[in-house]
Nanobody
Framework: QVQLVESGGGLVQTGGSLRLSCAAS????????IGWFRQGPGKERERVAA????????AYADSVKGRFSISRDNAKNTIYLQMNSLKPGDTAVYFC????????????WGQGTQVTVSS
């Protein structure tokens, strides 16, 4: 099993920045790909950013390209989502998720952290 714990959410004004963290523990050797999802009020869940567990092949949703960046601290088994130039539309619960395969569903999910961007 893999456990994922997010932190770093909060309230920020439009144009501000936040950095989310996701600490992975357990059988992290099972992880092939890891990423961030979000679900805003009244919206479907969407993938925001993802990369391989080794930090390669990053991919971003069009809505966040150029503003968000995913990265990893190998020593801490922690991934980050740096969010800049935040907009009210970025308001959502952000989830960290990981999967055991190159393609397919994400198998492990964190509990989520709330990000609220005020106008």
């Amino acid at each position: 099993q893999v456990q994922l714990v997010e932190s770093g959410g909060g309230l920020v004004q439009t144009g501000g920045s936040l950095r989310l963290s996701c600490a992975a523990s357990g059988r992290t050797s099972d992880i092939v790909r890891i990423g961030w999802f979000r679900q805003g009020p009244g919206k479907e869940r969407e993938r925001v950013a993802a990369m391989t567990w080794t930090g390669e092949l990053p991919a971003y949703a069009d809505s966040v390209k150029g503003r968000f960046s995913i990265s990893r601290d190998n020593a801490k088994n922690t991934i980050y989502l740096q969010m800049n130039s935040l907009k009210p539309g970025d308001t959502a619960v952000y989830f960290c998720a990981a999967r055991r395969s190159v393609v397919g569903n994400y198998n492990y999910w964190g509990q989520g952290t709330q990000v609220t961007v005020s106008s």
